[in-house]
């Protein structure tokens, strides 16, 4: 039995990762989670400077999911290179840095202080709003999708996974944009803008009005854009939105999916991660299947 996948020449053990924002940088969790055991660990969102994050409340809970407006709260690269880069050296685990910023030259400046590191690739989150440009989301727009691919891909020393925005009309658009501009992968979905009103206060649950929708109430809409991009693009993919147990997890690679996240079920269930691990595997021994690549876009 063959759980290993690789993506942009970097191999993985298994196909479940952390999805960012909501594991750290793994500090938090290393007493209940056998870190080694991940396929990859991916950080939480890095500027190239401290930002404070938004005002409270910015996380609320939603049927099946959540709400979080948390603002990419970091404490910006150089800190994250002392602190977390140097906690995760320990482990025997590919790091996937994701980065954040508010202009392209935020992400560049990240992406070239990280050069010299042993990080295995860079997670680009593009649902960031592009100051320069009316605060639109670089996700949103093909165009400044792809310019900012480019422009990351001709400094990165490691390779580049593209974050893709689910708050567009067409995710397929946004998959060609950065596999033409030169993306080696792409990751989606990002959370999903919401809204919850507090009637009794007749006030705004949020201090930011708006969050982003995780949990396995996003669940069905990311698998559907997940096969979508698939049948888009050819670089790989990481599948990731609402996922609790292997059988989801499955769902995802099955539509398409290199590999997985898990993000805001690790809140609920700490041991998440690794419980879907060993539900892969033991899929794969009921079911007498030799490799998880096998099952890679099977579902036609
Ligand atoms: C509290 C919280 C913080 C997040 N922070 C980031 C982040 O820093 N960068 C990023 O690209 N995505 C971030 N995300 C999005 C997740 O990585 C993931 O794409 C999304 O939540 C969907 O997966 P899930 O339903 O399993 O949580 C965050 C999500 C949550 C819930």
């Known amino acids: 039995m063959d759980t290993t996948v690789s993506i942009a020449g970097v191999e993985f053990k298994n196909p479940v990762m952390t999805a960012s924002g909501t594991f750290g940088s793994g500090m938090e969790y290393c007493d209940f989670v056998d870190i080694e055991k991940l396929g990859a660990i991916v950080t939480k969102g890095v500027a190239n400077v401290p930002w404070p994050g938004n005002p409270t409340p910015r996380v609320t809970e939603t049927p099946s999911g959540m709400l979080n407006a948390i603002g990419l709260q970091n404490p910006g690269i150089d800190v994250f290179i002392e602190r977390d880069l140097a906690f995760l050296k320990q482990y025997d685990v590919p790091v996937i840095v994701n980065v954040c910023g508010k202009s392209v030259e935020d992400y560049l400046d990240v992406v070239e202080r990280l050069s010299d590191t042993n990080v295995a690739m860079l997670e680009i989150n593009v649902s960031c709003p592009n100051v320069k440009e009316g605060a639109i989301a670089f996700g949103q727009k093909k165009e400044a999708l792809f310019d900012i691919t480019k422009r990351i891909k001709a400094v990165a020393k490691q390779p580049v996974i593209?974050?893709?925005?689910?708050?567009?009309?067409?995710?397929?658009?946004?998959?060609?944009?950065?596999?033409?501009?030169?993306?080696?992968?792409?990751?989606?979905?990002?959370?999903?803008?919401?809204?919850?009103?507090?009637?009794?206060?007749?006030?705004?649950?949020?201090?930011?009005?708006?969050g982003g929708l995780s949990g396995p109430a996003i669940r069905p809409v990311a698998v559907r854009m997940v096969y979508q991009c698939a049948n888009a693009v050819s670089i790989p993919i990481i599948g990731m939105g609402g996922i609790a147990s292997a059988e989801d997890a499955l769902e995802f690679i099955m539509a398409g999916a290199t590999a997985v996240s898990v993000g805001a079920y690790n809140f609920i269930n700490p041991y998440a991660v690794t419980e879907i691990i060993d539900g892969l595997e033991q899929y794969l021994k009921r079911n007498g299947t030799e490799t998880v690549r096998e099952l890679i876009g099977c579902v036609k």
């Open 162 to 210: 593209m974050k893709l925005s689910p708050n567009v009309t067409d995710i397929t658009e946004m998959a060609k944009a950065a596999e033409a501009a030169g993306a080696d992968a792409i990751s989606l979905i990002n959370t999903i803008t919401g809204m919850k009103i507090d009637i009794n206060r007749r006030k705004f649950v949020l201090a930011n009005k708006t």
